[in-house]
């Protein structure tokens, strides 16, 4: 690695706790930066005013939620960060993160806060794992 991003994909479970972790801790080794990620719901589509307007608030408020102890840690660490707040689907949006701000690792953890998807060995990582064209670290 030559000191460019890691992406770290959180979701506010605890294997995004030891995803940032690793994350921190290659940048330190690397001289890298941390680019948080966390892919929200999508916004809804067709709800008219103020529904709308409401429920993206609440989705960004969720967002904030997530954010808010990673970001702590990451100020704490001194490690140079940025955070990215993307919508679903995750398997895809991950990739195309990490080719558009050209991360050289994505580090996610092997299972995550999905619903009945998460069930089968992690969905979105599995398609992380095969879409993506830098380094995968998976972490349990």
Do not use: W
């Amino acid at each position: 690695m030559t000191g460019k991003r890691i992406l770290a994909a959180v979701d506010g479970s605890a294997y995004s706790d030891r995803v940032l972790d690793k994350a921190i801790e290659f940048a330190r080794v690397f001289g890298g930066e941390v680019l948080l990620v966390y892919c929200h719901k999508k916004y809804p589509k067709l709800l008219g005013q103020p529904y709308l307007d409401q429920a993206i608030s609440a989705i960004m408020n969720k967002t904030e939620k997530v954010f808010e102890p990673y970001l702590a840690k990451l100020r704490d660490s001194g490690v140079p960060f940025a955070e990215l707040a993307v919508e679903e689907p995750a398997g895809t949006m991950l990739v195309t993160v990490a080719d558009n701000e050209k991360c050289e690792m994505i580090i996610m953890g092997s299972r995550g806060k999905s619903d009945l998807e998460g069930l089968i060995i992690g969905s979105v990582t599995h398609k992380v794992l095969h879409l993506a064209k830098c380094p995968v670290l998976v972490v349990k």
